[in-house]
């Protein structure tokens, strides 16, 4: 009797261990449906022909939050349909007015309201300009942007008129141009595009909640009317974001949201990682985590499939393993050169050492898709007068 018992008991003790382990099954069964769910849609979006618009921060986040290496093996898929994964756009960032700024960003060097190394300096002239743009193209950049340190170009007719000359004449060059002017009235996107302008980066930082912690004297919404502006105007928007300044996930996937609701998504979403800088008010921010970063990268990858993601500012404090795994996740663009506005950049040879080792090749000027649409008429200007040339 004593022993039937306990055969009895044994087979009770192991239904119940199945059972728990059953419903244990079906509960991560319905947790992983759920995850996956924002990743369908993503899926569904990377095969598109129209990228998907009004997403919801819900969605969003699902994606931010799945696993990590699930995260990056989705993002690479989207960015094989969508790009050449062996092609890197490189672009070099000139500070063609430094320092002397009115606007209390409170990660930026080049403030008048902090302390620090910077000094402020006049507009450069034309020639010296130029002059680092053909060297950067001697170099295997094909973007050369072009930044000023000033709440906006309005009232400053001869520097404004000085860099048009310069967008003229670099995009003779045969190179995309981009500039960072501040703010920007419709009319003065519409002479930067009638000038030759490509793209016009301004970032909104941040997510709209948060955005109040970092920058009090320009609004978001000032920044939304400069974006539309630009848009307006015919010339690519480049607009992301940066990481480090004291924001959450949720401040993260914010930011993602409001980009994807743009009325068209921007040519290219800028990931920068804080670089503190003495005298700032975030000098003593801690470093981004470079999961934290590949995150970003990868989310922005699947919500933004045809967009340029831009690895920015921080790049240098990433060791080359790091660097990959941001491409594997969707990073398809890199600053290289002297130096990117007051923050350190990483050289040409050293990039291109890099970039051999993993048989990448950059991108040629207007490469990208939906450059190509804005430039339109330009573009096939160009092509026929190379055409009509006589061979030698």
């Not at 994606?63 to 690479?76: G, H, M």
């Amino acid at each position: 009797m004593a022993s039937a018992r306990l055969v009895r008991l044994g087979t009770s003790r192991s239904h119940l261990s199945v059972l728990s382990v059953t419903r244990t099954s079906i509960i991560g069964i319905q947790c992983r449906r759920h995850a996956t769910h924002a990743f369908e849609a993503s899926s569904d979006q990377s095969t598109s022909s129209v990228p998907r618009k009004h997403w919801t921060k819900a969605e969003i986040k699902e994606i931010y939050d799945s696993p990590l290496l699930d995260l990056v093996f989705r993002a690479a898929a989207s960015h094989r349909v969508h790009f050449d994964p062996s092609k890197v756009q490189l672009c070099t960032l000139m500070n063609i007015k430094t320092g002397g700024c009115s606007e209390d960003c409170s990660y930026c060097s080049q403030s008048s309201r902090y302390e620090t190394s910077t000094k402020a300096s006049r507009l450069l002239s034309v020639e010296p300009v130029l002059e680092a743009a053909r060297k950067a193209k001697e170099n295997g950049s094909t973007r050369f942007c072009m930044g000023a340190a000033w709440r906006t170009a309005t009232g400053r007719p001869r520097s404004f008129n000085n860099i048009l000359t310069m967008v003229r004449e670099i995009r003779g060059m045969g190179m995309e141009v981009c500039t960072t002017l501040g703010m920007l009235t419709p009319d003065e996107a519409k002479q930067l595009k009638e000038a030759g302008l490509t793209a016009y980066n301004h970032n909104l930082d941040t997510s709209r909640e948060y955005y109040p912690e970092v920058i009090t004297t320009r609004s978001y919404d000032d920044r939304l009317n400069t974006i539309e502006a630009v848009r307006s105007a015919g010339i690519s928007v480049c607009s992301g974001g940066i990481l480090g300044l004291g924001e959450t996930d949720d401040d993260r996937v914010g930011l993602i949201w409001e980009v994807s609701n743009f009325e068209e998504h921007p040519e290219s979403f800028p990931v920068n990682a804080l670089v503190p800088i003495p005298g700032t008010p975030m000098e003593n921010n801690p470093p981004v985590a470079v999961h934290t970063l590949l995150r970003t990268i990868a989310t922005a990858r699947l919500v933004l499939p045809e967009t340029i993601i831009r690895l920015s500012a921080g790049r240098q404090t990433l060791n080359e393993t790091e660097q990959a795994m941001c491409f594997m996740a969707g990073a398809n663009a890199i600053f290289t050169g002297d130096a990117m506005l007051t923050t350190p950049c990483s050289p040409w040879d050293e990039d291109k050492a890099m970039m051999d080792r993993w048989g990448l090749s950059g991108m040629r000027s207007f490469e990208q898709a939906g450059v190509k649409r804005k430039e339109g008429d330009r573009l096939q200007e160009r092509d026929q007068s190379a055409e009509a040339q006589p061979s030698l």
